[in-house]
């Protein structure tokens, strides 16, 4: 774009765009906060017809002919038109203007992006005090208001008599205030009820609130209502619990619709004052809706435009015939949401293809080991790996020794044996001479791997250490040295890994343990440690399908959906508080056995400290129960050496019964400890508990899992509790957990990466899901560039609306 100063005179050189952004401004001012300064703007019009002669003379003149003729017309008599006028005047001034400013080849789509872009006080009716309230609710642009959808729809032409409703039916109804008033009872549980009696002719109704005295005078005799709500009886009349009430307006029967959107209200909004500044939002800016989905896939799968669906969405019509039924806005396979819904979930699909293909094709390293370490090790190992094992192993090494990068999900449930593939895995960049890090969330972990493999790994001849922050002084100094000369070939370690001054000689295999333990930008700075190191996480929290193709849909999954043979579900039980004795009998006859078991107390309380003495008050506690035997309490604020000592002396048995606050949750492997006794189990989430029983059952024998907790627990609580008595399988509690808690929470919102949908619902919308992916898949095959033109919109929705959180997923 041209924007040399030059001498007015001189329009031939200067660019039709000059000029309207130098007639924006005056018009974006006498815009804002809904048209407040349009009066203090003077003479305006005769400005802009200056303005839009001079865009005549300039250089690109031709390409912006039309655009400039409207211009014009628009202006002239603007300076003696009425208020009204000029508004209208200004607002398709401006979206004329914000065309020609951004006006490139693709000018009509980035005019729109910007025009989506405008804050909501341009918007009829929206003044800064009400745009300070719609930022609460997350509105501050047009494009925010489009998608502000309703909750649920009210049919005012279709309105019921009281006489005709049935019970538990939800239900709108037009009514007048009979008698309000505010009773109080002590014999319920309820102190304060508040009651209005209504009527629509046809009988009596009561709207009942209970505890809520901003009741009280809101309700006034005579008053006429619209009122919406669930039917249900109250002292044998009908009544509504609660309902959602707003004064009956006359100006609903003006909108020329039968079906208004009950939307969420705004502080102090009236509900018709919200469908009139919406339905203004949605006439105005719907047109500037993108379709991210193309042309040819909409029509396969029967779909509308975006801006038809969020059009239909805020202005629902009853179809002429048929049931007069008002539509339901939670309905994933009602068209108008499954379009935006597919709009979505499409790009989203589309964005972790190209960057998995972006990740795969970007050259990694290639090893060509020829697998000699590898069988090395396997010779010494005292089991043969499952096929499940072998499969998973296969697959890591084939991308080690493929040019392509490795950027793959080993995923398997705990105890599935991961650490053993993974390791046999970067035994081959080993072999090529490269160094692998193995990093792990807790120091216990990383202790545990290292002890186990070191003996192993240097009867082959690979040196490995651990590198965590209890490795201090000389040893640690030792440590470092070795990594940086490149003689240690594997190392083991917690975060440690990645602070400041360890430096690798050749990093170029980097495994996470328990992946989701980890934010992504420790995953990252590990990264940058090695020359396009290849990265390999692993998780035991299983991946529910949804999430698959989500949260990790850039990945390559390896699956090891088998436990080493011998292994027995572990047995759960579910105790109640005052059936403490019969947990103890349990436990005491595993004691008597020669086996071990674990303790584990959930961080109670707010304060550290209290959370301290309960565990250390179950330590002694159970220390004069199990009087025979050694009962120890490791914690979180236990000093690295200390913690050692004690885990050190619970896998060498000589310890029976190990208190815990829940440092053990994650990896521990000590495979004759056959009890896990889970205190308070009602605060743990269903992954943890899961975890937290994978840490028995590794022996062979049987074992069990002893679920402490009070009765009178969450609904949530209820249902995690029963799920852990029903099954054992990984991915059937991950789909269960993701249900109760919701995609946000499962993952952990720190790093879920999983973007906030508007319509879409990842488990509501799987098939929708399937669809998207399936047809972006098909897209990048046709495609991949997106350079045809029937895709270039489909390209900017993508680059507009996912680029941003494309780097934040970036796991490897
Ligand atoms: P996780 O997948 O939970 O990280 P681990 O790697 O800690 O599991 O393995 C759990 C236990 O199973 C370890 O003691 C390991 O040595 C053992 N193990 C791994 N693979 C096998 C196998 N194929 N047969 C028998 N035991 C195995
Ligand atoms: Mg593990």
Redesign the pocket.
């Known amino acids: 774009m041209e924007k040399t100063k030059k001498d007015k005179s001189e329009h031939k050189a200067l660019a039709v765009s000059t000029f309207a952004e130098n007639l924006l401004k005056p018009v974006e001012f006498a815009s804002k906060d809904d048209f407040q300064k349009i009066d203090t703007v003077k003479g305006l019009g005769k400005t802009a017809e200056r303005i839009v002669r001079e865009m005549g003379g300039a250089a690109d003149f031709e390409r912006w002919d039309g655009e400039v003729k409207m211009l014009g017309g628009l202006f002239s008599g603007y300076d003696s038109a009425p208020r009204e006028k000029r508004r209208s005047i200004l607002e398709e001034a401006r979206g004329i203007l914000l065309k020609i400013v951004s006006g490139d080849s693709e000018a009509d789509l980035s005019g729109a992006e910007e025009r989506l872009k405008t804050p909501v006080t341009f918007v009829k009716g929206v003044g800064p005090k009400r745009a300070k309230v719609f930022e609460k609710k997350g509105v501050s642009t047009v494009e925010d208001l489009l998608y502000y959808f309703p909750r649920y729809y009210i049919n005012i032409r279709g309105v019921k008599k009281i006489r005709e409703l049935k019970l538990k039916e939800r239900a709108a109804l037009v009514v007048e205030v009979v008698v309000a008033g505010e009773k109080f009872t002590s014999k319920r549980r309820y102190k304060r009820i508040n009651e209005v009696i209504v009527t629509d002719g046809t009988d009596l109704m009561t709207l009942v609130w209970f505890n809520a005295p901003y009741v009280k005078g809101r309700y006034k005799v005579g008053m006429r209502l619209l009122v919406t709500g669930i039917v249900s009886e109250f002292n044998n009349r009908k009544s509504m619990a609660h309902p959602d009430v707003e004064p009956w307006e006359e100006e609903a029967d003006q909108l020329g619709s039968d079906i208004i959107g009950r939307y969420q209200l705004p502080e102090r909004m009236r509900l018709m004052t919200v469908v009139k500044i919406v339905a203004e939002a949605v006439d105005k800016y719907s047109d500037c809706l993108i379709d991210g989905v193309p042309e040819d896939v909409r029509v396969r799968n029967r779909l509308i435009p975006l801006k038809e669906a969020v059009r239909i969405i805020h202005n629902p019509a009853l179809p002429p015939e048929g049931p007069k039924d008002t539509p339901d806005i939670e309905d994933g396979s009602w068209l108008p949401i499954r379009s935006v819904a597919m709009d979505e979930l499409f790009i989203m699909e589309l964005g972790l293809l190209l960057k998995r293909r972006k990740i795969i094709r970007s050259p990694g390293r290639s090893f060509n080991a020829s697998g000699r370490l590898m069988e090395g090790f396997m010779e010494n190992l005292p089991?043969?790996?499952?096929s499940a094992?072998r499969k998973a192993l296969d697959e890591i090494t084939e991308d080690i020794r493929s040019p392509r990068t490795t950027h793959r999900l080993l995923q398997?449930?705990?105890?599935?044996?991961?650490?053993?593939v993974a390791l046999l895995a970067a035994l081959n960049a080993v072999e090529e001479g490269a160094q692998a890090a193995f990093m792990a969330p807790t120091e216990i972990l990383s202790e545990q791997h290292f002890k186990?493999l070191e003996g192993r790994l240097a009867k082959i001849g690979v040196k490995s250490a651990l590198l965590t922050s209890s490795v201090k002084g000389a040893e640690r100094e030792a440590v470092l040295d070795g990594i940086k000369s490149g003689e240690l070939k594997i190392v083991f370690g917690t975060h440690a890994l990645i602070q400041e001054g360890v430096e690798f000689s050749d990093l170029g295999f980097i495994v996470v343990?328990e992946q989701h333990r980890f934010g992504v930008m420790q995953r990252g700075a590990l990264k940058e440690k090695g020359k396009k190191p290849e990265v390999l996480v692993?998780t035991?929290t299983p991946i529910p399908r949804t999430l698959a193709l989500t949260v990790y849909g850039d990945l390559d999954i390896s699956v090891?959906d088998e436990l080493?043979?011998?292994r027995k579900p572990v047995k759960t039980l579910l105790f109640g508080e005052d059936q403490r004795k019969s947990a103890y009998e349990v436990i005491l006859g595993e004691l008597k056995k020669g086996r071990q078991a674990f303790v584990v107390y959930p961080l109670v309380t707010e304060s550290e400290t209290l959370n301290l003495k309960n565990a250390t008050e179950m330590a002694e506690n159970l220390s004069s129960v199990f009087s025979d035997f050694t009962v120890r309490l490791i914690t979180g604020r236990m000093k690295g050496g200390e913690k050692e000592e004690v885990m050190d002396r619970f896998v060498k048995g000589e310890v029976d019964i190990l208190v815990a606050t829940t440092v053990i949750e994650v990896?521990v492997?000590v495979?004759n400890a056959t009890v896990m006794v889970v205190e308070h189990a009602e605060r743990f989430g269903l992954s943890q508990l899961h975890q937290l029983r994978?840490r028995v059952g590794?022996g062979g024998d049987e074992s069990f899992c002893i679920l402490i907790s009070d009765y009178r627990v969450t609904d949530d609580a209820k249902r995690r509790l029963e799920v852990m008595l029903k099954t054992t399988d990984g991915f059937i509690i991950a789909e269960e957990d993701l249900k109760i808690r919701g995609p946000g929470e499962f993952m952990g919102t720190r790093q879920s990466g999983i973007p906030a949908f508007r319509a879409a619902d990842l488990i509501r919308d799987y098939d929708t899901l399937l669809t998207a992916r399936a047809e972006a898949e098909a897209l990048i095959e046709k495609d991949p560039l997106l350079s045809d033109p029937a895709h270039h919109e489909t390209r900017r929705v993508l680059l507009s609306r996912f680029e941003g959180r494309l780097s934040l997923m970036d796991i490897g």
């Open positions: 089991f043969s790996l499952t094992q398997g449930d705990v105890g599935s044996g991961k650490t053993v186990n343990d692993m035991a090891i080493p043979p011998g990896g492997d495979p994978g590794r």
